[in-house]
């Protein structure tokens, strides 16, 4: 590795002669001295020459005395620097990434997202997502959870409503998961409680600012449980964590884009999907994005919290493994939480017992053939269990107030974009 002192830490090398390393993000020749902004994972370092300087983009390598300059970024700059040139770039960046705001518009940034990303601006998005699923692992890691790694590729296209991707599997038919939800079930019988970050496809031909084709989806399931009340409270005890983690590990991020973040109640306020009905005039068996934000909206003004569960959505609009509520049968044990206007994760308790799988995939006119491999668990013993599912783009757009998911993704997929 090459020797280096990091941009955030000059103040801690007053005096003593240095060398960083990064990309130059802007030069400045004046008459009788040059100024060198160098770029590089921690933020901005400044050199002061007095000779010609490498263009934006180069990839330098500079060794000087660290000073004090209240002009720098930082305080400190370094003088006398000695400059190497590591890599010379052959074409200019599709626009300035020096300057404070991204003068390009959206599609133009994705076009050229592997350069594009390489404004602070931009990258900020990113390094809070990063921080967010490292709260996600760290606050599971405590309360007891596995970390798993399930199939990406799947035999059946059954796991839910979505429309899938298929695929040739070396001559078969096979598809793209939508989830991991039969694989961490199973896996609920093996280490009690487990999570995943991974990919997740859905082939919908949604073309609007909260919807891709290929996310990022944070997914627990932990058994048991009592109902579905039981994993609400880890939930909420997973978006404090992750909320924590960003203000600990991405606070200087966060504060470059101006991102608000959240205080998450003790206890987040919940609302049963009739009672959402009654605030919101729906008499529908789902809700609107409106009427999403008309919830947030009456939760924040009611409750001070700009979080929201909504619980017991009817039977007829969830999953055939999710559990019926036992005192309405026509409502289930399952839960929306609303953040900032927006759906943000979905999740509930599961039916355990083997019959009850088959009662509910026959009431649904089907068959146990096409999930066989699914309910194997079932019959040899499962604990009454849940989990829920989070999408971290979508997590990091109401984050940063990006108004489209696709700025909180550093190469998103969706029913137009499939490069770079």
Known sequence: MISRVMSAELAEHAGQRVTIAGWVHRRRQLKSVSFLVVRDRTGLAQAVAARDLPGEESVVQVTGTVTASPQAPGGYELVAPEIEVLAEPCAAPPFDLFRPEPGATLPTILDHAPVALRHPRLRAPLEIAAAGAAGFRETLDELGFTEIHTPKIVGSATESG?????????????????????????????????????????????????????????????????????????????????????????????????????????????????????????????????????????????????????????????????????????????????????????????????????????????????????????????????????????????????ANVRQATAFPRDLHRLSP
């Not at 609007?208 to 990022?216: E, G, K, P, V």
């Not at 306020?269 to 999403?292: G, N």
């Not at 943000?344 to 009850?356: N, S």
């Open 162 to 402: 979505a429309d899938v991707f298929g695929i040739d599997y070396f001559g078969r038919p096979a598809y793209l998961a939508q989830s991991p939800q039969f694989y961490k079930q199973a896996m609920v019988g093996v280490f009690e409680r487990v999570y995943e970050v991974g990919p997740v496809f859905r082939a919908e031909p949604h073309d609007t600012a909260r919807h891709l084709a290929q996310y990022t989806s944070l997914d627990a399931e932990l058994g048991f449980v009592r109902d579905h009340r039981d994993v609400m409270a880890v939930l909420r005890d997973v978006v404090a964590g992750m909320t924590e983690s960003v203000r600990r590990r991405a606070a200087s991020a966060a504060a470059l884009i101006g991102a608000t973040l959240p205080e998450v109640p003790a206890e987040i306020p919940a609302v049963h999907f009739t009672e959402a009905q009654r605030l919101t005039s729906c008499d529908e068996p789902d809700l609107s994005p409106s009427q999403e934000r008309r919830l947030s909206e009456w939760a924040l003004r009611e409750h001070g919290s700009e979080f929201l569960f909504v619980t017991g959505y009817p039977m007829a609009k969830r999953p055939f493994y999710t559990h019926p509520d036992p005192a309405r049968p026509g409502y289930s044990n399952g839960f929306d939480l609303l953040f900032r206007g927006l759906e943000l994760v979905t999740g509930g308790q599961r039916l355990h017992a083997y019959a009850d799988y088959v009662a509910a995939l026959a009431a649904r006119g089907e068959g146990t053939q096409a999930y066989e491999g699914y309910l194997q668990a079932f019959k040899h013993g499962m604990p009454p269990h849940g989990g829920f599912a989070l999408g971290l783009e979508r997590w990091t757009a109401r984050l940063t107030g990006a």
